[in-house]
């Protein structure tokens, strides 16, 4: 049983479609973008605070250990970026959507959703236009992080999945580790000491249809069951946000942030492990953030 009293006042103003897998578009309820109409963008916005010395010094970072690898493409940089970030920012289950990346990395601690949020602020400042799909994930999928915490746990959790246009395409985050260094073996369970943020590195993540995994529709890297409705593409997390709002209500935010914000959502990397390097499966942090109020 999940919640709804934390969540805060949704109006719908008519019922969108539903797709053949059951998932309802946001796009007919006016809210969003087609599959490939937001533009996305370079530029600063309030939470992708670009300018900021601590963003600034961390790209700096990114590129310095990018260089040192030969990591010369902005796909090669965007992974090692992710590495850091994985190795550095402690995985927390924090439900402030809005929180400005240069705080996340001066606490060193942030969701899911948050840590992607650094990718992001990354990618524009070296070149690389981001945009986010918008989806509300129904909350049974973070069932496994809180097994005695269900009802506490809320009915939907609205999703910003960061995209990138990459050699012009827009690739989602998990298509940054796409080819044979990744197996769809042993996919992501929400379960243990790895997270959603960690996970794109060594499995497949898809929210759409089952197809796009394989033949088998019980594929460990098909999420699309917990799809409960795509709310379209967004130039920003920023605009996502202040359309369809956070998951939880500023009540609820500002009860649960002090404790959540702090509790661990995965386990530390093991001291041999390297933090940067570009991530194949044996060498990704196995710790990260369970992507609780918003993505993670």
């Known amino acids: 049983m999940t919640s709804r009293l934390l969540m805060p006042v949704r109006i719908t103003t008519r019922?969108?479609?539903r797709t053949a897998a059951g998932t309802t578009t946001g796009t007919a309820s006016g809210t969003g973008t087609g599959a490939g109409d937001a533009a996305g963008s370079t530029r600063p916005t309030p939470i992708l605070d670009l300018e900021h010395p601590d963003v600034v010094a961390f790209v700096a970072r990114a590129l310095r250990e990018a260089d040192e690898r030969g990591a010369v493409t902005a796909r090669d940089r965007l992974r090692v970026a992710h590495g850091i970030v994985a190795a550095?920012?402690?995985?927390v289950y924090s439900v402030e959507d809005l929180r400005r990346v240069s705080r996340t990395l001066r606490l060193g601690r942030g969701s899911c959703s948050q840590r992607m949020a650094v990718l992001e602020a990354v990618a524009r400042s070296l070149?690389?236009?981001t945009r986010v799909r918008g989806m509300r994930?129904?909350?049974?999928?973070?069932?496994?992080r809180f097994p005695r915490l269900h009802a506490f746990v809320p009915e939907e959790v609205v999703l910003a999945w960061p995209e990138f246009r990459l050699d012009g395409a827009w690739v989602a985050i998990d298509g940054?580790?796409?080819g044979d260094e990744r197996t769809r073996e042993h996919g992501f369970t929400n379960t243990g000491p790895e997270t959603l943020f960690e996970a794109v590195a060594r499995t497949g993540v898809d929210w759409d249809a089952p197809s796009a995994c394989g033949a088998d529709s019980a594929a460990p890297c098909d999420f699309s069951a917990h799809l409960r409705t795509d709310l379209g593409r967004f130039t920003s997390r920023d605009e996502l946000f202040a359309r369809h709002g956070q998951t939880l209500c500023r009540p609820a935010r500002t009860l649960a942030e002090p404790v959540l914000g702090r509790w661990s959502a995965g386990a530390a990397a093991p001291a041999s492990q390297d933090p940067a390097g570009p991530p194949a499966p044996a060498s990704q942090d196995p710790a990260g953030p369970p992507a609780r109020s918003s993505a993670a």
């Open 127 to 129: 070149g690389v236009p």
């Open 176 to 178: 940054l580790f796409g």
């Open 88 to 91: 550095t920012v402690r995985p």
């Open 137 to 144: 994930v129904d909350g049974v999928f973070w069932y496994p």
């Open 15 to 17: 019922t969108a479609p």
